[in-house]
């Protein structure tokens, strides 16, 4: 997504290329109106990009030189909130990723019976300014960053069509400086609420995505009736879809209950077929790839046509293709990475489509294809990442 909004053009339709093109002087202009007190932000630009799970988000794209405004704020502001910041809050931190919170909550399951998962809808539409600015300014004295933050925050959205909207709440999902703000809102909304109402349940957060661990059923009906009321407070809401109370059964805990599983950052935690030090099999409540971002993996591996790129080598196909597939896998490979094998296999079919194209002679041949990928797979594994964890063509 940065990548994304990084390619966005803001209102004035400047890209980051013409912004490079006289670097220095649109630098000094930039800080001589920040200095002076006297830069205004411009407008937000927003852009409908599609979910995942259907519908639109609106992301808010701010010019090429408001980025780098919030950014200057953002370097100056981060590391006075940062050692503030709950030990459990994943999401947008310097040193946290994803892969932890994945793993401290992998962990948790097998101590806690229940879980309470949440989302919080249209968290950056609907932050309330007046909390927000309240936070700010317990955590800095510096009078230009709190202009500044508080500036944008005001800043109109601009439409499509070029009509301007006025913004009461929320922060641009887009902008620099908007993840830090949003993390600051969630540590006194959520997280700091929950170490002094409720310390006997660990939680685990990552943006607005969280589940926190439960003893009992009463326990995690109880606790999602207050939060609920709690967000309600403070100008959120619980996603009512997304919002749920699940338990971690496994060959202990064997309760009937209708939700035995839950989606945490691309991962489905349910119960699974383990295998312990002793070569033992048992049931073990542990996380894989989903099969929500499994598919969104097999669709981004069609989009690539790799099997109608006959114009190109197998060498120029690993170069354009292996840096996202060595993500998928360094991501969703970190735990139970069987998961993955059937997405991986798919890409080799998708070669083997490849061979039968390029080359005259593997034509309708489907069999003898995959016998002659196998043997490249056997004698260059290091050309695509899932060769070299063993994933390779049938090679006869």
Known sequence: ??????????????????????????????????????????PVRTV??????????????????????????KIHFEPTVEPFFHKDSYGYRPRKSAIQ??????????????????????????????????????????????????????????????????????????GIVSPVLSNLFLHYVFDKWMDRNHPGNPFCRY??????????????????????????ECGLELHPVKTKIAYCKDDLRRKDYPVTSFDFLGYTFRSRRSKNRNGKFFINFSPALSNKAGKGMREKARSWKMHLRSDKSL???????????????NYYGRF?????????????????????????RLRRHRRRAEYWLGRVANRQPWLFPHWKMGVKPTAG
């Open 1 to 42: 997504m940065l990548r994304r909004i990084k390619a966005l053009q803001g209102v004035d339709s400047e890209t980051i290329s013409d912004f490079e093109e006289n670097l220095k002087d649109n630098l000094y202009k930039i800080w001589n109106r920040m200095s002076s007190g006297s830069y205004f932000p411009p």
């Open 48 to 73: 409908a990009i599609p979910k995942k799970t259907g519908g639109e988000r609106l992301l808010g794209i701010p010019t090429v030189s408001d980025r780098v405004a919030q950014m200057v704020v």
């Open 101 to 174: 919170a994945i793993e401290i909550t992998r962990k948790r399951c097998w101590r806690y019976d229940w879980l309470l998962e949440f989302d919080i809808k249209g968290l950056f539409d609907n932050i309330r300014h007046d909390l927000l600015m309240r936070a700010v300014r317990h955590h800095t004295e510096c009078s230009w960053v709190i202009l500044y933050i508080e500036r944008w925050l005001k800043a109109p959205f601009q439409k499509e069509d070029g009509t301007l909207v006025e913004r009461p709440k929320g922060t641009p999902q887009g």
């Open 207 to 232: 943006a607005d995505d969280a589940v926190v661990h439960c003893r009992t059923e009463t326990e995690a009906f109880a606790l999602k009736e207050e939060l609920d009321a709690r967000f309600r």
């Open 315 to 329: 060498e120029d196909l690993s170069k354009m293709f292996s840096p996202v597939i060595q993500g998928w896998i």
């Open 336 to 360: 139970y990475k069987s998961a993955l094998y059937p997405t991986l296999r798919q890409l080799n079919r998708t070669l083997v489509r490849w061979a039968t194209r390029k080359f005259k």
